[in-house]
């Protein structure tokens, strides 16, 4: 056993991985100061998310689609570059993060992820995190996430019928945390809900920093949240125009339309309708329950404490609205265009 402690973050998604561990990347040597080791070796670690994406990743059978080809990586090599940087580290106290290593949720799964930490460190002194989110948060910031990286074209309608329907169990944080606690020692598996009433000083950075016992910032670089919301209307337009392109092609679109993002309305909406919410609060309602009580101590069995937010449901793009938006953006180009077409006129003049 050669690390004093490892500190493992394991998401989950939607709840500011991106922004803690663009954090914690940057910050690698404050941490270093403070005891504590955010190793960066690309045998491992992905410079894209910041993180230790390519750990979890070993653990899947096929390369994930998202990656770009550029991201490589071999599991074997990955875990021994891990087991050798750490060699070098002995007494410090090791911490990993990335949010795909919630997609171990089998006993199995997780029980392999165990076995490959036991080189380094005795079970006992393994620190679990896991910071949740309200499920219908999640699904409505998973879907807008799937649109916006042409993964599909469902509605919002849709695409919950097939969740509920394909993958019940995807947002049941009950039996998911049970099955980390059956590997790890379930004192030191930490499940954190990701409201900002409930974290903190209401950040994910904070609230993080202060279970590692990290109290003072004062060394360290302070960023702001790395996911900035997309307007509904651009969601809207990019999942009817998906279909029709290929992934080069939408990519390119996507990034054409993006820099037109103030054309949008960007007054904040929601997906969701009530029925909805209902539909999936009611799923989910006996699980959160049980967290409550039985792992977070909370008599009353309430795991969200947040009100829902009060926002005009989204209905969708009309035909004389896409118009609009579509011409608005193609003038402003060629206005652009026209711009340079004089200035480079000028010049030669």
Known sequence: MVMKELHLHIGRHKTGSSTLQHFLSINAEALRSDGFYYPKNPAYFWQGEHSHSFLA????????????????YEAEHAWQSLYDDVAQRAGEKLLLS???????????????????????????????????????????????????????????????FDRLSEKPNAYDYYDFLSVWEQCFDADKVTLVPFERGQLHNASIIDD????????DLSSYRRISDQNLAMPAELLELLRII??????????????????HVNSFDRRPVTLLTDNMRKVIFERYKEQNLLVAKNKLGRKDGVLFKDEIAEKPVFRGLST??????????????VNRLAKLQRKIADIKT
């Open 57 to 72: 990743h070993s653990f899947k059978t096929e390369r994930p689609h998202y990656l770009p080809s550029n991201a490589t």
């Open 98 to 160: 990335s949010e795909h290593f919630c997609h171990l949720n089998t006993a199995a799964s997780v029980s392999q992820l165990a076995d490959r930490l036991a080189p380094l460190i005795d079970v006992s002194q393994i620190y679990v995190y896991c910071y949740v989110r309200r499920q219908d948060e999640l699904f409505e910031s998973e879907y807008k996430q799937n649109i916006k990286s042409g993964d599909h074209s469902s509605t919002v309608h849709e695409r919950l």
């Open 208 to 215: 993080f920093m202060n279970r590692l016992s990290l109290f």
């Open 242 to 259: 998906s279909p029709s392109v290929n992934k080069e092609q939408y990519r390119v679109l996507r990034s054409w339309l993006t820099n």
């Open 320 to 333: 004389e609205r896409t118009a609009s938006l579509m011409s608005q953006i193609i003038l402003s180009d």
